[in-house]
T-cell receptor, first 116, second 115 residues
């Protein structure tokens, strides 16, 4: 079966510091990968998605970047964190091959980031 | 305009009773998919059920069913025989059109199941 891991689970960082959040998927090949952010008490907003190694699409302009160095690894980064980057970051995967409408996204456990 | 509207910020239900969580959506695209996710206090988003815009029948998954009324643009989640473990946030989400990857989420409904 497929599993998705994220680390760290929680992170407290000062403003201006760098960020690296990691997501890995097991049990599947060539997944579509996604990074979402959830502000407190809100729904999720898609930040980035990737359909393959080195292929990254950004949904919203922001202080963050994403990379996919390996097939099942997705990394969210920042060179200098802002207070507004605080939130709950969720990675998700979906299987390649389904239609865009039906492919279901499965989420990881998330990383709670607090920028002070 | 809001793409996904969940008008119930919080709901209470007695254990073993059924509950309906409302979701209305807005799209002019004939092709779209509707999803419901559960988010317990741990934070993980758990996929519950999916309904496609061309599906003729309402989706069901165990105790979860989706009351899909296309003309009214509503996709309400029905949970039968509520359990204490059903207490969580519930999010309705939509993907519209071909080629778009983003899921658009509603603001969620917090369900509390009472013993």
């Amino acid at each position: 079966s497929q599993t998705i891991h994220q680390w760290p689970a929680t992170l407290v960082q000062p403003v201006g510091s760098p960020l690296s959040l990691e997501c890995t998927v097991e049990g599947t090949s060539n997944p579509n990968l996604y990074w979402y952010r959830q502000a407190a008490g809100r729904g999720l907003q898609l930040l980035f998605y990737s359909v393959g190694i080195g292929q990254i699409s950004s949904e919203v302009p922001q202080n963050l970047s994403a990379s996919r160095p390996q097939d099942r690894q997705f990394i969210l980064s920042s060179k200098k964190l802002l207070l507004s980057d605080s939130g709950f970051y969720l990675c998700a995967w979906s299987a390649r091959g389904g239609t865009v409408l039906t492919d279901t996204q499965y989420f990881g456990p998330g990383t709670r980031l607090t920028v002070l | 305009a809001q793409k996904i509207t969940q008008t119930q910020p919080g709901m209470f239900v007695q254990e073993k009773e059924a509950v309906t969580l409302d979701c209305t959506y807005d799209t002019s695209d004939p092709s779209y998919g509707l999803f419901w996710y559960k988010q317990p206090s741990s934070g993980e988003m758990i996929f519950l059920i999916y309904q496609g815009s061309y599906d003729q029948q309402n989706a069901t998954e165990g105790r979860y069913s989706l009351n899909f009324q296309k003309a009214r643009k509503s996709a309400n989640l029905v949970i039968s025989a509520s359990q204490l473990g059903d207490s969580a946030m519930y999010f309705c989400a939509m993907r519209e059109g071909l080629g778009r990857r983003a899921l658009t989420f509603g603001s969620g409904t917090r369900l509390q199941v009472q013993p």
